[in-house]
């Protein structure tokens, strides 16, 4: 007799809901991706001990007939698809039918549902996979699913859930894209019976972000200009320039509707804020982007998180591109929609400080002033504290200013205009300078000897791993020409082996600017008028280089929410 046996149906249906049902979060998705696909306007989601013990979700969706309500628990059954060649291009949310299936196998499952125009509805009653109560009901147009005790029938899988908190945090924040994702669609979600989301249709993704995450979040966010690039179109909103995170849990993509995870765009994005945001960082983002359906495959993993693009390149370069051009932009500011009663949210973090966002005229007219002028005529010197830091009344609130991070990005700005100009400066030493540099570090100036060049550096190989250093850039001539050389190096091979100059000139510009950045700065009010107009000036003045922010505001709302001043 042979070793190859299939498996019963109820086996098959408890290996489908491993892949599908890796945990609540994952079944609430499931659930409220139908719901969005009936054609929901409002979804009521309610959760209890993380999930495991009960999961609802309701919907005033289409709905559904006896029939299709017990068909939708077989497997692979959908009204999704029909052939084969519809996998290439899905536009719904759920399109497999192995969804509700794989829950019902491992939980207590109740569907009850009724079509709009049916005088009663439907109530299945499933457990662990086995239908054991189909009934009419008196039900609202739409769909309520409750699911309780989730792998009762499978315990060694129910041990390996996390605690109530993590799990429930999972699933806040699954919900979280998938609210971003529909603005027009109402949301409420209750957690142990208490409201923690109560989200409005919104008319615009600004007003969701603002109902979802409070009005100062949506203030530190930058909004792209409707961007169409080789068949790309994206919009939404992206994290200020010195706001970067060390996780990427503010970052949302939503790619033809479906929230998702997505290489391309984190390197993208990566690239993008090079030196707006400091290293290791990932900014805060909202995109909404449209492809052809048939350059994405969103069937590639069981829970749909994760998309196979035919070709990334187009994503990743206009993904580039508009976040360029809105970071190159300072001006560009979006009005936040008008406040409205607080919203009951689990999603509000709280305010860092923000980096300052200033009106849209001032930074057009510090565009076209020259001079010790435009800085005056917006802020008032009131001195300085520390090391360096100046201090400066604006309109909106107090302002402290990082004279050592304004003057490498002014540095750093006017060295990348010379090298694109062909005339960066550089000064010839005295007497040539000697260095010996490890092998691996000579190896990289070599490969780059004329993308230094071009950049302020004469080099030339000297026997071995020793160096002969003719010339340095001007802005950096009296520093020390061996460590300068070494920063320049490490520099350029934490970037990589790159096929273009621009990146190598980035690199060598970002060092040179760190290391002559003055660190004394006399702190007088022409001298600060002067730095300030200069910084304003820049393409990127809100951030350093290395993506340390160079101004920091305290609104005058927040001294007195500070100092308790009510009313």
């Known amino acids: 007799m042979g070793k190859i046996r299939l498996l019963p149906d109820e086996v098959a249906s408890q290996v489908a809901a491993g892949e599908v049902v890796e945990r609540p979060a994952s079944l609430v998705k499931e659930l409220v991706e139908n719901s969005l696909d009936a054609g929901a306007r409002k979804i009521w989601v309610e959760f209890v001990c993380g999930g495991s013990r009960f999961v609802s979700v309701r919907d005033d969706g289409c709905g559904m007939d006896r029939d299709d309500a017990l068909l939708c628990l077989e497997r692979h059954a959908t009204s999704k698809i029909r052939h084969a060649s519809d996998l290439a291009r899905v536009r719904s949310m759920g399109f497999r039918g192995e969804a509700l299936p794989s829950i019902a196998s491992v939980s207590r499952f109740r569907l009850a549902t009724r079509e709009s125009g049916s005088e009663a509805g439907t109530e299945v009653v499933v457990a662990g996979g086995k239908i054991e109560t189909v009934r009419e009901v008196g039900v609202a147009t739409g769909t309520h699913i409750e699911v309780r005790d989730l792998f009762y029938n499978l315990p060694a899988r129910r041990k390996f859930l996390r605690g109530e908190e993590t799990e429930s945090a999972h699933i ?64 939404g909103f992206l994290g200020r320039p010195g706001q970067g995170r060390r996780d990427r ?39 909404h982007i449209d492809m052809d359906l048939e350059l994405v495959d969103c069937n590639v993993h069981p829970a749909k998180r994760e998309v196979r693009l035919r070709r990334p390149e187009v994503l990743q370069r206009a993904i580039f591109d ?52 435009a800085g005056r005529a917006r802020f008032r010197f009131m001195g300085m504290v520390g090391e360096g830091y100046l201090v400066l009344e604006g309109d909106e609130g107090l302002v402290l200013l990082d004279t050592r991070a304004a003057s490498e990005r002014i540095l750093f700005e006017a060295m990348m205009r010379q090298i694109a100009e062909g005339n960066a400066p550089s000064q010839r030493l005295l007497i040539p300078a000697l260095v010996d540099i490890p092998s691996r570090e000579h190896a990289w100036v070599v490969d780059h000897l004329e993308d230094l060049r071009v950049a302020g550096f004469f080099l030339e190989p000297f026997g071995g791993t020793t160096l002969k250093i003719e010339a340095l850039p001007a802005w950096a001539a009296q520093k020390e020409p061996g460590r300068l050389l070494h920063e320049v190096t490490a520099m350029l091979r934490a970037a990589g082996r790159l096929p273009h100059g621009r990146d190598v000139h980035e690199a060598v510009a970002r060092s040179v600017s760190r290391l002559a950045a003055s660190k004394d700065f006399p702190g007088d009010e022409i001298r600060a008028g002067k730095l300030l107009d200069e910084l304003l000036g820049c393409d990127l003045p809100y951030a350093s280089p290395s993506g340390r922010p160079t101004m920091i505001q305290f609104s005058f709302a927040e001294l007195d929410r500070k100092f308790g001043r009510g009313g």
């Open 172 to 235: 806040i924040h699954g919900l979280q894209g998938i609210t971003l994702a529909n603005p027009s669609v109402a949301f409420e979600c209750r957690r142990e019976g208490s409201a923690i989301v109560a989200l409005p249709r919104a008319e615009s993704l600004a007003v969701r972000i603002r109902d979802l995450f409070g009005g100062g979040y949506l203030a530190k966010l930058l909004e792209i200009d409707d961007f169409a690039a080789d068949g790309v179109r994206l919009g």
């Open 249 to 287: 849990l503010f970052q949302v993509v939503i790619l033809n509707g479906r929230p998702v995870h997505c290489l391309a765009v984190q390197q993208a994005l990566r690239e993008a804020y090079l030196g707006v945001i400091e290293r290791g960082e990932h900014p805060a983002c909202v995109l």
């Open 322 to 373: 508009a976040a360029r051009r809105a970071l190159v932009q300072p001006q560009h500011r979006i009005a936040p929609p008008p406040p409205t009663a607080r919203t009951q949210t689990a999603f509000v973090p709280e305010p860092p400080q923000a980096v300052i966002p200033l009106p849209e005229q001032t930074l057009v007219s510090n565009h076209q002033l020259k001079g010790t002028v």
